[in-house]
């Protein structure tokens, strides 16, 4: 069983900032790519970020600038931090990762139950 688990989220004004954490447990043997994505409600989802596992990042047109992925490959975590934070990045985010399992070795494509971000005007 590999799981992954977001925190971070929260209420932040227009123009503040919030870094989004996610934990990936589990009988993990590697995690090759990680990414951030966001849905919100009648909407498709749609990936804000991804890194792969050797640090190379992609990011949405609509964050690019004011978000920055990360990861920690010893801690089996990724980050998001967000700055310049508007109304439209108000959803819920969800942490993915592409994990290779171990016992039995086996490829999974994890997410995570999702946190909320709300940013007032």
């Known amino acids: 069983q590999v799981q992954l688990v977001e925190s971070g989220g929260g209420l932040v004004q227009a123009g503040g900032s919030l870094r989004l954490s996610c934990a990936a447990s589990g009988k993990i043997f590697s995690i090759n790519d990680m990414g951030w994505y966001r849905q919100a409600p009648g909407k498709q989802r749609e990936l804000v970020a991804s890194i792969t596992s050797g640090g190379s990042t992609n990011y949405a047109d609509s964050v690019k600038g004011r978000f920055t992925i990360s990861r920690d490959n010893a801690k089996n975590m990724v980050y998001l931090q967000m700055n310049s934070l508007k109304p439209e990045d108000t959803t819920v985010y969800y942490c993915?990762?592409?994990?290779?399992?171990?016992?039995?070795?086996?490829?999974?494509?994890?997410w995570g139950q999702g946190t909320l971000v709300t940013v007032s005007s």
């Open positions: 993915n990762a592409q994990v290779l399992a171990r016992q039995p070795v086996r490829s999974l494509e994890v």
